[in-house]
T-cell receptor, first 116, second 111 residues
Framework: DTEVTQTPKHLVMGMTNKKSLKCEQHMGHRAMYWYKQKAKKPPELMFVYSYEKLSINESVPSRFSPECPNSSLLNLHLHALQPEDSALYLC??????WGQGHNEQFFGPGTRLTVL | KQEVTQIPAALSVPEGENLVLNCSFTDSAIYNLQWFRQDPGKGLTSLLLIQSSQREQTSGRLNASLDKSSGRSTLYIAASQPGDSATYLCAAQGGSEKLVFGKGTKLTVNP
């Protein structure tokens, strides 16, 4: 298996809802990432997990809560989001752990999130 | 702070044409430079990664070059096809290990 999968593909939620995004990879990669991408903009890094521990939090609001239950799975829990949080959320993974130099990142197909 | 620029922002060419996409970066102290393709509303597909010690990488009709001293990378697409239509992003990875992306070049290949 040489891909990163993300579910759901699309998600519509109200500002009071709680939802979660899921990302999986079965390539044995040691680092996993969450990115946010607004329309016509490049991806922006949100979180980095390495060896299932949070390594980087790019000052993301607490309404976004990441979780890495095991080496293959990365979740992003969403609560009390704002309409401006509507975006494409991308997950990525890399074989080389964070902090060990260069690492090639492989991206999933993304989850299109709309907050009403 | 690393800055990555891609020119042009958009490019439209007839099918069969060879083309070059440009990427420039301000800090030459990079680990690697990665080229991605993104179709509308989709994720990023990694096309080529050039390590800092390499000058170029090739995959099929794609060839990417890297000149660290001048802070430039190019992506050459041979014999373009309508299926090549997409946005192409380059990203530089340096000491912070974060990918610094350009804003992309939107390519349209007309049949």
């Amino acid at each position: 298996d040489t891909e990163v999968t993300q579910t759901p593909k699309h998600l519509v939620m109200g500002m009071t809802n709680k939802k979660s995004l899921k990302c999986e990879q079965h390539m044995g990669h040691r680092a996993m990432y969450w990115y946010k991408q607004k329309a016509k903009k490049p991806p922006e890094l949100m979180f980095v997990y390495s060896y299932e521990k949070l390594s980087i939090n790019e000052s993301v609001p607490s309404r976004f809560s990441p979780e890495c239950p095991n080496s293959s799975l990365l979740n992003l829990h969403l609560h009390a989001l704002q309409p401006e949080d509507s975006a494409l959320y991308l997950c990525a993974s890399s074989q080389v752990p964070w902090g060990q130099g260069h690492n090639e990142q492989f991206f999933g197909p993304g989850t299109r999130l709309t907050v009403l | 702070k690393q800055e990555v620029t891609q020119i042009p922002a958009a490019l439209s060419v007839p099918e069969g044409e060879n083309l070059v996409l440009n990427c420039s970066f301000t800090d030459s102290a990079i680990y690697n430079l990665q080229w991605f393709r993104q179709d509308p509303g989709k994720g990023l597909t990694s096309l080529l990664l050039i390590q800092s010690s390499q000058r170029e990488q090739t995959s099929g009709r794609l060839n990417a070059s890297l000149d660290k001293s001048s802070g430039r990378s190019t992506l050459y697409i041979a014999a373009s096809q309508p299926g090549d239509s997409a946005t192409y992003l380059c990203a530089a990875q340096g000491g912070s290990e974060k990918l610094v992306f350009g804003k992309g070049t939107k390519l349209t290949v007309n049949p």
